[in-house]
């Protein structure tokens, strides 16, 4: 088994950080270290190689020492490595011997006696994500091959850990989440840091088109990809041209979902193909006519009500480079919303975007799924200014799965996968069809800058048919039962991002509701 080589940089740490981080390692679970303390004056080392470690660590004054077989773990200084953490750490190399990078959670101090901890749980590997902010944590664990491919440590251990994630990602093919203790911080903040620099320049080394924006409040770097050009999009709407009262005003919501398009998106190159049960009166089918004109297309559907098969119909019946499906219950917010979720499409790995949706009264509808390991909408019903533990709701990221009251999707994808499952009349569709793109080798992908009213209601309950859930959990049981975005030491049958705990800390975490930390 291969020695860990525990990287630090010690400009600007105090000789008690240096302590701290030292004692951390000793009792780390392995008698196999040696720690390189980057930047680290000669006393300082010297007092750091008399302390006595049961021969567990040696202090290095150089990366001399690193070896082809070594993992490299880069450790902030006052930050220590959890107790016996890299029993985990080698566990999980002995199952994956090819690993070249793991994260893993982290334990914070709260200041609170009665609670002394808070928790950060990490999903698993997200790309996308890691643009935003540097949602890994400071502590990696990476081969020493990918290392010196990414600039070799001292130029690594020197970077913002936004930028040195990003650079390491990038060469590392097979990355690991351990979703366990990995990290004791030595800070409260818990919030992932962000460098709008770093995200530049990855995104020039990896010929991203976009504008990158910093929002310093978060923090987090908004990645807006440029349009480069502008696919066509067949916007597919099924309805019975049903009418409900909607911000004290009764609505026909066909006709109104219809005309926020037309009137609203800053994206215009798109056709409205409406699939239209029998009962749908006549007189809503002529003002669509008139809203649309020869950008829409009415099919009539006459069988009993399957929605995937409405959607295949519709999308089937026309050629687009891309496929939006749009519940008739939906409104455009953001004008720029169609062209927010066109753009990922630069991106080939991208096979569906989904946007925020929110409910008449502005809380949050959906912000993807997750599976807890029930399929839900993530903070249905919350306050949509909650930004979630590490600013979940705040960033770009990859989803398991996305709502298909609103989708928009690669049409190759939607071809190569046999489009949303007949066998899934009402329910479940969207997830099994989400789950057959990331099965094809596509990305799932959830957008905050992209914002629809959805005006189902909240008290809504999805009507449970047990043959369509059976069919799903004999599908997809196991990923159901081990969302790779989700976290196993979350809060299951929740549909936020809680800590499995029943303090009111754990809450308030999950709700942002915790003070700002400078």
Partial sequence: MSEFFVVTDAHGATLDDLVATHKSLVIA????????????????IKHLQHRWSFRRVRVVATADDLRAGDHVIFLDSGDGLYRESLIAV????????????????????????????CFVRRPGWSPERLRSHCYVGETLIVGAEIVERAGGITDLVARHPHDRALRLGE????????????????????????????????????????????????????????????????????????????????????????????????????EVVVVADAPTPQSVLDTLHIIGGSRLRIINYDRPFNFAEKNNIG?????????????????????????????MFNDPTVGVVGPMLLFEDSTIQSAGHIFSPDPTDLYRARNPETAGPQNLLRVQREVSSLIAACALIRRDVFERVGGLCMEFPGNWNDVDFCLKVQLAGYRAVFTPHAHLFHFESKTRVAKRVEAEVAKLGARWGSVLDDDPYFNP???????????????KQSLDEALSFLPTIA
């Fill in 90 to 117: 080698r566990e999980t190399i002995r199952k994956n011997p090819t690993t070249d990078l793991i994260y893993g959670d982290s334990a914070h101090p709260t200041g609170v006696k009665a609670e002394p901890l």
């Fill in 489 to 503: 030491n979350l809060q299951r049958y929740a549909n936020i991002w809680k800590t499995d705990s029943t303090s």
């Fill in 171 to 270: 060469r590392a093919k097979n990355i690991v989440r351990m979703p366990e203790l990995l990290t004791m911080g030595k800070n409260r903040n818990t919030r992932p840091s962000a460098s709008l620099e770093a995200v530049v320049e990855h995104c020039r080394r990896e010929k991203i088109d976009a504008h990158c924006e910093l929002d310093a409040a978060v923090p987090s770097v908004r990645v807006k990809r440029n349009l480069t050009t502008k696919p066509s999009v067949a916007v597919i709407v099924p309805t019975r041209g049903t009418s409900a009262e909607v911000f004290g005003s009764e609505r026909v919501l066909v006709v109104e979902a219809v005309r926020s398009l037309f009137e609203k998106s800053t994206y215009q190159n798109f």
């Fill in 315 to 343: 999308a089937m019946s026309c050629e687009s480079d891309l496929i939006l499906l749009l519940n008739d219950d939906t409104e455009i917010i953001t004008a720029e919303a169609l062209e927010v979720m066109v753009a």
């Fill in 29 to 44: 679970g392995s008698k196999d270290i040696k720690w390189f303390v980057y930047g680290a004056v000669p006393d300082a």
